[in-house]
């Protein structure tokens, strides 16, 4: 049998946590490994335990999300843990700071069961998770923070259909939406999106987001 997803929940409100564990724990593929309240016992429970998958609040006392999340799976980080944000706050300036921060992805707290379900299993596996209505909204908002100052245009090592697929991303669109658009397989896609992840040392999707917007490559 496989070995079932473990997930460690941080989370200041007793009542979420709970919430969440009573939901991850009726799952046969996933279980709890702990929870905790605060981004400080999160990194000392990873530490310890190495969970899969961290789903992590933003807003707790001792040590936020974003900063525990820098920690855990920011840049230089030697044994990075996947996080997943969920948070109340809709297009709030910290969910971008924590997807910058290295999270895999958000979800908000009003999310259904299942798609909290799936976001742990996506993230799980590696991929990232990141709604592309919220994704163009988010940028769309902090555009201004997200875009390069240099006057000058990015020198990226990509082909021209590289980087056509990298601004699809970008604008949040799945393999199967930029399949459709591109008139090409989803396998292609994926060879595609792997082959832009290589290149550019990103680690997944949401890394990719950030860069074309971070490179000006969209507006």
Do not use: W
Request: with cysteine.
């Amino acid at each position: 049998m496989t070995a079932p997803i473990r997930v460690l929940i941080c989370d200041d409100q007793v009542l979420i946590r709970t919430g969440l564990a009573t939901i991850i724990d009726a799952q046969p593929d996933l279980e709890v490994a702990a929870e905790c309240g605060d981004g400080r016992t999160a990194v000392d429970l990873v530490g310890q335990l190495r969970p899969d998958v961290v789903v992590m609040d933003i807003r707790m006392p001792v040590l936020d999300g974003i900063a525990a999340t820098r920690l855990l799976a920011g840049a230089g980080v030697p044994h990075p843990v996947k996080v997943l944000v969920v948070t109340t706050f809709n297009l709030d300036e910290y969910v971008y700071e924590a997807l910058r921060a290295g999270a895999s992805g958000f979800l908000l707290k009003d999310a259904p069961p299942a798609q909290l379900l799936h976001g742990i299993r996506t993230v799980a596996a590696g991929a990232a998770l990141l709604d592309p209505e919220v994704t163009r909204q988010l940028v769309g908002r902090y555009a201004a923070r997200i875009r390069p100052t240099e006057d000058n245009g990015p020198d990226v090592p990509l082909t021209p259909r590289e980087l056509e697929v990298l601004r699809l991303i970008a604008d949040g669109l799945s393999n199967n939406e930029i399949a459709a658009t591109l008139v090409i397989s989803r396998e292609t896609v994926k060879t595609f999106v792997s082959r832009i992840l290589t290149k550019l040392g990103l680690r997944d999707r949401v890394q990719a987001v950030v860069y074309a917007y971070r490179q000006g490559l969209v507006s």
